[in-house]
């Protein structure tokens, strides 16, 4: 009898402590509905739950979080898909692997075309140099770009919509390039402009900058109106405000600079992280007047600056740091970048100020599209730059004019002798 009740006693205890671990085992956390709205009010409730099984909380980056509680922001949670990648990125990657190199002063030396550096190891104390190349020096987004109509919506994070502006902007690299010949102008990097084209009072602001490929600062042309003139201008214009607007002509469409002219670049980690890659927006509506003509905004809202609610998914991001010399605005940019190969996308940035407080930050959207020559690649959907400080943005988003690799773009196009043509 007494073992028996022994044998009871051993029992009864095991079933006891299989109890307490079964209780004290971790709850698997929900999975969120594709289509689930996070915003302000469903951001408590959502961030221990988790998308394509990552948690909510996790995937958040940089200040989106404060975005989404204190400024309005609100993402569409969806399942992820593989971002596109023209085929041809990839092709030409492979065929130039490791031809490319940095010299002792971080340029990039003996590149041809494709991505200069396909295998970024982040432990390397180069990788951030090399992730701003990849992204700036291989026309993964179209040798050629021209974008128009193109409206900067200059808002007022209190009182709203305070003027618009027409922009073209063009950029055509010299090298890089996926179609032959590759290489243009060995000297030369790219000409990018960013021209205002109206309303009248505005109407010829605006740079083109002449990029080097040696990392010497750039030429930098203005058209003077009133003298009906292209003079140039000091090269430390590279980094100034774009006039009315909030951003600077460094960071215009996400970053327009050689890597050399900041302190220094360092990939922090490479994680998961929330983007729009398959944006969902409306373009531009031409043939309508007033705020019917930007669908793709919710301009009644306050604080007036946010995009109607689009698709963000989980992709995965380069954290990368980048520090500007003690004569810029900002002292800290802290980026997310496209992991994917022949995507490098800046999903989002937040800038800091020379006293280390947030000021700005800047999002991209992206969607696929077909280039104008035939090719599949991805198209800028709707970029905000808004100045969290002031209170203040400058948004835009996409028109069906934006061409990629448009048929018969040469360099004269866009060169400092075509700035009176790009007013027309």
């Known amino acids: 009898m007494y073992k028996q009740k022994q044998g009871l006693s051993r029992l009864l205890a095991a079933g006891a402590v299989a109890a307490g671990l079964t209780l004290a085992a971790p709850l698997v956390a929900e999975e969120v509905a594709p289509g689930t709205v996070l915003n302000a009010a469903s951001i408590d409730s959502l961030l221990d739950k988790t998308l394509d099984g990552q948690p909510i909380r996790s995937v958040l980056v940089g200040e989106q979080e404060k975005m989404i509680r204190e400024f309005g922001w609100v993402m569409n949670l969806t399942r992820a898909t593989p971002p596109n990648v023209t085929p041809l990125a990839l092709a030409l990657t492979e065929k130039h692997k490791g031809e490319a190199s940095l010299d002792a002063d971080k340029r990039l030396v003996n590149y041809t075309t494709g991505v200069p550096f396909p295998d970024l190891d982040p432990a390397d104390p180069d990788?951030?140099?090399?992730?701003?190349?990849?992204?700036?020096?291989?026309?993964?987004?179209?040798?050629?770009?021209?974008?128009?109509?193109?409206?900067?919506?200059i808002i007022d994070g209190k009182r709203g919509l305070e003027k618009e502006q027409g922009w073209v902007y063009r950029r055509f690299l010299m090298s890089g390039r996926m179609s032959e010949p590759h290489v243009l102008d060995k000297t030369i990097a790219k000409y990018e402009a960013l021209i205002n084209v109206y309303p009248n009072d505005t109407r010829g602001l605006g740079l083109l900058t002449v990029n080097y490929a040696d990392g010497r600062l750039p030429d930098v042309y203005a058209y003077i109106?009133?003298?009906?003139?292209?003079?140039?201008?000091?090269?430390?214009?590279?980094?100034?405000?774009?006039?009315?607007?909030?951003?600077?002509?460094?960071?215009?469409?996400?970053?327009?600079?050689?890597?050399?002219?900041?302190?220094s670049w360092k990939i922090l980690s490479v994680r998961k992280g929330l983007g729009v890659d398959k944006s969902i927006l409306p373009p531009m509506d031409e043939s309508a007047s007033g705020e019917a003509k930007y669908p793709f905004m919710r301009l009644s809202e306050p604080p007036h600056w946010n995009f109607q609610p689009d698709?963000?998914?989980?992709?995965?991001?380069?954290?990368?740091?980048?520090?500007?010399?003690?004569?810029?605005l900002v002292s800290r940019r802290h980026m997310?970048?496209?992991?994917?190969?022949?995507?490098?996308?800046?999903?989002?940035?937040d800038h800091y100020d020379r006293k280390g407080e947030h000021w700005h930050t800047e999002f991209v959207g992206y969607k696929?599209?077909?280039?104008?020559?035939?090719?599949?690649?991805?198209?800028?959907?709707?970029?905000?730059?808004?100045?969290?400080?002031?209170?203040?943005a400058t948004a835009f988003g996409y028109s069906t004019g934006f061409h990629h690799n448009p048929e018969g773009a040469k360099a004269s196009d866009y060169s400092p002798e075509a700035l009176p043509r790009m007013l027309q």
């Not at 201008?233 to 900041?262: H, I, M, R």
């Not at 997310?336 to 940035?349: N, R, S």
Request: proline share 5%; hydrophobic share 35%; glycine share 10%.
């Open 368 to 392: 696929d599209w077909k280039w104008d020559d035939g090719q599949s690649g991805p198209t800028v959907t709707s970029v905000v730059g808004l100045d969290v400080q002031r209170l203040h």
């Open 127 to 153: 990788a951030g140099y090399k992730l701003v190349y990849n992204v700036l020096r291989f026309g993964w987004l179209g040798d050629a770009m021209n974008l128009q109509p193109l409206t900067f919506l």
């Open 311 to 328: 698709n963000y998914e989980i992709k995965d991001v380069y954290e990368l740091e980048g520090k500007p010399k003690n004569n810029h």
């Open 225 to 263: 109106k009133s003298l009906r003139r292209v003079r140039r201008l000091s090269s430390g214009a590279w980094a100034d405000p774009v006039q009315g607007t909030d951003l600077l002509f460094d960071d215009t469409f996400g970053l327009n600079l050689d890597p050399t002219w900041y302190e």
């Open 336 to 349: 997310f970048v496209g992991a994917t190969l022949g995507a490098p996308k800046f999903y989002w940035q």
